[in-house]
T-cell receptor, first 112, second 112 residues
Framework: NAGVMQNPRHLVRRRGQEARLRCSPM?????VYWYRQLPEEGLKFMVY????????ESGMPKERFSAEFPKEGPSILRIQQVVRGDSAAYFC??????????FGSGTRLTVV | SQQGEEDPQALSIQEGENATMNCSYK?????LQWYRQNSGRGLVHLIL?????REKHSGRLRVTLDTSKKSSSLLITASRAADTASYFC????????????FGTGTRLQVTL
């Protein structure tokens, strides 16, 4: 079991470009969570998804951010028209039936 | 104000000493979890304590939970240089479908 896989590990985007972050949950885990961590801060919840459903997106910015977890394939966090303030580490976690999180190693997004 | 605030923000001790970190929160919870994060890396789940538990042990870790004071402590005994990391508490609030709310963390430095 390879754990929660996130890619890329590091992503550099120019302002205005799109960023796509991928997360493959652990085998057998049907719940995926995305968190964002700014430098020197704790993680902030963004969105909670199950296969093909968004359960809770209360932490997602209203514009430019979207997330999906299709029936097949990884979960994708998409940030359109990135700005410098989007620079952060984005972590994905998965769990079976909402218990026992396993975190990925994160994607560090730098907007230049 | 923020759920899950750790105290102290930073702690420096010598190898062999014990390290105690505290966490306070504001709402009713299902459980409280402690995580470790090495610099620039993902989070590692350390221990989960449920709201009806008062104390839990795992190896050199001891966690207490006082729901009347809405606080928890993490004790690391006989610290090692490899324990150097940031430690975060995270609460799963009642009725939030497994969403975690993280504190800002305690940065622990263990010196030889």
């Amino acid at each position: 079991n390879a754990g929660v896989m996130q890619n890329p590990r590091h992503l550099v985007r120019r302002r205005g470009q799109e960023a796509r972050l991928r997360c493959s949950p652990m085998k057998g885990h049907s719940h995926v969570y995305w968190y964002r961590q700014l430098p020197e801060e704790g993680l902030k919840f963004m969105v909670y998804l199950q296969k093909e459903n968004i359960i809770d997106e209360s932490g997602m910015p209203k514009e430019r951010f979207s997330a999906e977890f299709p029936k097949e394939g990884p979960s994708i966090l998409r940030i359109q028209q990135v700005v410098r303030g989007d620079s952060a580490a984005y972590f994905c976690a998965s769990s079976p039936e909402g218990m026992g999180y396993t975190f990925g190693s994160g994607t560090r997004l730098t907007v230049v | 104000s923020q759920q899950g605030e750790e105290d102290p923000q930073a702690l420096s001790i010598q190898e062999g000493e014990n390290a105690t970190m505290n966490c306070s929160y504001k709402t009713s919870i299902n459980n409280l979890q402690w995580y470790r994060q090495n610099s620039g890396r993902g989070l590692v789940h350390l221990i989960l304590i449920r709201s009806n538990e008062r104390e839990k042990h795992s190896g050199r870790l001891r966690v207490t939970l006082d729901t009347s004071k809405k606080s928890s402590s993490l004790l690391i005994t006989a610290s090692r240089a490899a324990d150097t990391a940031s430690y975060f508490c995270a609460t799963e609030r009642t009725g939030t479908a497994s969403k975690l709310t993280f504190g800002t963390g305690t940065r622990l430095q263990v010196t030889l």
